[in-house]
């Protein structure tokens, strides 16, 4: 049973910056694909960014030019770099992880709070 935990959220004014971090309680490579989503309230969870097994990212268009993901993979960590923020980024950020075994986990997720 793997477990991911968020960390990094909280509240910023419009145009800074926040990095999250997903810590991985096993190696990276036990996992296909981490990703960051997001649910603002009252909204479905939507994908932000993607990380495959061999490294590439993917994002949203949404997000393009703005977020960077990224991976340490001694520390089986992997990061959600997150700049100029707008009051439409303001959601709760989830980290997910898809196993080589075909299993889901999820973290808990972490508040991000952007102020206009």
């Not at 990094?8 to 910056?17: A, K």
């Amino acid at each position: 049973q793997a477990h991911l935990v968020e960390s990094g959220g909280g509240l910023v004014h419009t145009g800074g910056s926040l990095k999250l971090s997903c810590q991985v309680s096993e190696s990276i490579f036990k996992f296909n694909q981490v990703d960051w989503y997001r649910q603002a309230s009252g909204k479905q969870r939507e994908l932000v960014a993607s990380l495959a097994g061999g490294g590439m990212p993917t994002y949203a268009d949404f997000v393009k030019g703005r977020f960077i993901i990224s991976r340490d993979v001694v520390n089986n960590t992997v990061y959600l770099q997150m700049n100029s923020l707008e009051p439409e980024d303001t959601a709760v950020y989830y980290c997910h992880g898809f196993h080589v075994l075909m299993t889901h986990y999820w973290g808990q997720g972490t508040q991000v709070i952007v102020s206009s």
